[in-house]
């Protein structure tokens, strides 16, 4: 097992439980700061959302700085701080297309910019063109409901192919599809 730092407090190189030091009982850092570390979550592009959610209800429970309100300064700092991180690396990971970015920043690759994102593939440009001209189309609730279903099966897909693709480490493919992911979800989203 890796030791942990000493306790800020009382300096007692110690096991901590949920993240308290054992001997003083102060709240300890986290200590990691990529969000696959942070929910204990394996580097797979597919995760489990389930799993995802009740680390992070479990880790808010212990930072949430409703917790701390009788805390000394630093209790409450530190609270503030791994608090907004879990947010942070809840979200990221809670979002399919930042899960990619993380994937491949955590890999040494260069995660792609909103700027490098180019419809160099017509077919996806087509594809993209005339699923926004029938959402702009939409008359009724069971078109929309059609569109959203199908949209959910694309992303679905994709989102097969991607977690292909990362385990042959394909990752300049993974970056064009990640393109077209992002093209559908802002679809979706806007559909909502
Ligand atoms: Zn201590």
């Given at each position: 097992?890796?030791?942990?730092?000493p306790?800020?407090?009382?300096?007692?190189?110690?096991?901590?439980v949920?993240?308290?030091?054992?001997?003083?009982?102060k709240?300890?850092?986290?200590?990691?700061?990529?969000?696959?570390?942070?929910?204990?979550?394996?580097?797979?592009?597919?995760?489990?959302?389930?799993?995802?959610?009740?680390?992070?209800?479990?880790?808010?429970?212990?930072?949430?700085?409703?917790?701390?309100?009788?805390?000394?300064?630093?209790?409450?700092?530190?609270?503030?701080?791994?608090?907004?991180?879990?947010?942070?690396?809840?979200?990221?990971?809670?979002?399919?297309?930042?899960?990619?970015?993380?994937?491949?920043?955590?890999?040494?690759?260069?995660?792609?910019?909103?700027?490098n994102?180019?419809?160099?593939?017509?077919?996806?440009?087509e594809?993209?063109?005339?699923?926004?001209?029938?959402?702009?189309?939409?008359?009724?609730?069971n078109?929309?409901?059609?569109i959203?279903?199908?949209?959910?099966?694309?992303i679905?897909?994709?989102?097969?192919q991607?977690?292909?693709?990362?385990?042959?480490?394909?990752?300049?493919?993974?970056?064009?599809l990640?393109?077209?992911?992002?093209?559908?979800?802002?679809?979706?989203?806007?559909?909502?």
């Open positions: 097992m890796k030791s942990n730092p306790c800020w407090n009382c300096e007692t190189q110690t096991d901590v949920d993240f308290r030091c054992k001997v003083c009982k709240i300890q850092k986290i200590g990691k700061t990529n969000p696959y570390d942070i929910f204990s979550l394996k580097k797979n592009y597919k995760i489990d959302y389930d799993e995802l959610e009740s680390q992070y209800f479990r880790l808010q429970n212990i930072f949430h700085p409703d917790k701390f309100i009788n805390s000394d300064n630093n209790e409450k700092k530190i609270s503030a701080i791994e608090s907004s991180n879990i947010n942070n690396a809840y979200n990221l990971l809670n979002d399919n297309v930042g899960r990619i970015n993380l994937l491949l920043r955590s890999k040494g690759l260069k995660e792609f910019s909103e700027d994102k180019s419809f160099s593939d017509n077919v996806l440009l594809e993209v063109m005339e699923l926004q001209s029938r959402c702009l189309k939409i008359e009724s609730d078109e929309k409901k059609e959203r279903l199908e949209l959910k099966k694309k679905q897909l994709l989102e097969l991607i977690d292909e693709l990362f385990e042959k480490k394909k990752f300049s493919e993974v970056e064009k990640s393109v077209k992911l992002s093209y559908f979800e802002k679809i979706n989203k806007n559909l909502i």
